[in-house]
């Protein structure tokens, strides 16, 4: 068996101290390993994948430089979400954040759908998706209503499923805290989906369809050009049915909605920038 393909299955931890000893191949294969986990914490927190995209690149940038600094103090994951998080809380606010959602914001959507229930319509080869574009795009929009340091604590808690000691690791606080923060932003969540949603609670009427019509008119979602409901993902292993769904309270059910968001793969762009930045040997590599 080769170098590379025991790297393949080797633990994160091996492969770093291999790297750290300049393997350019094994560092590919670290790179490999987080970069849709990283891809996926940025589109989360920032809504537009371009910003996604170049927040990824900078975060991944950051772990390779800083690679000798790694320790093994922690699992490398853990190091790694530490330095992604502190990138996307400290950054400059992303376009979507600018927009300034808000939860006030997103009712007067839904009541501004409501007042023109029926007066759009869709190509029928067209409306499946841009209803599922428009799904995503919800949650998309609920998380960028929570504060950043909420945003992120239920992005890792609640998507990622980091357990609190762990959080507690990525964020910088005591796991109390990171509880307090994770539940803060389900509360706020679970609020309003209970209030709107007809998924989570069958009371309400369903407002996807007319709400994607309506977000093409006002050129919210463009057709042409979909970010979410054509992006390359991988389906989650614990995705549920329809049918699961409706056996649920409407607390596991909003929190099933957030939870089951597809897990978003880095796009090939990325990939192959970070392919080339490794070979060019242009600047210092892991912090040595």
């Not at 101290?17 to 589109?43: C, F, T």
């Not at 009371?203 to 057709?223: F, Q, W």
């Amino acid at each position: 068996m080769s170098k590379l393909s025991n790297a393949v299955t080797a633990p994160l931890e091996e492969l770093v101290e291999q790297a750290k000893g300049g393997d350019k191949d094994v560092l590919e294969e670290i790179i490999r390993r987080i970069q849709d986990k990283i891809y996926g914490l940025a589109i989360r927190m920032l809504y537009i994948p371009a910003d996604a995209e170049d927040a990824a690149q900078e975060i991944l940038v950051k772990v390779i430089t800083h690679l000798g600094t790694f320790k093994g103090e922690s699992r490398f994951e853990t190091w790694v979400y530490s330095i992604a998080s502190n990138h996307l809380l400290t950054t400059r606010k992303g376009r979507a954040e600018r927009w300034q959602m808000t939860f006030d914001k997103c009712v007067h959507m839904i009541e501004e759908e409501t007042l023109g229930r029926g007066k759009d319509s869709f190509i029928a080869a067209e409306q499946n998706l841009i209803v599922e574009e428009t799904k995503l795009a919800c949650v998309h929009y609920l998380l960028l209503c929570l504060k950043r340091e909420v945003r992120l604590a239920v992005i890792l808690g609640e998507i990622f499923g980091v357990k609190s000691t762990e959080g507690a690791k990525i964020l910088g606080l005591t796991p109390a805290a990171y509880r307090q923060r994770l539940s803060r932003g389900k509360k706020e969540l679970t609020a309003f989906l209970v209030r709107k949603c007809g998924l989570v609670n069958p009371g309400n009427p369903c407002h996807c369809e007319t709400l994607a019509a309506l977000h093409v008119k006002k050129r919210h979602i463009d057709p042409e050009n979909l970010l979410f409901a054509t992006h390359p993902c991988r389906a989650r292993r614990d995705s549920h049915g329809k049918d699961l769904l409706k056996e649920l309270d409407q607390m596991a059910r909003a929190a099933m909605l957030i939870r089951n968001h597809p897990d978003y793969a880095a796009p090939g762009v990325l990939v192959a920038s970070m392919k080339g930045l490794i070979d060019s040997g242009r600047f210092q590599l892991l912090g040595r």
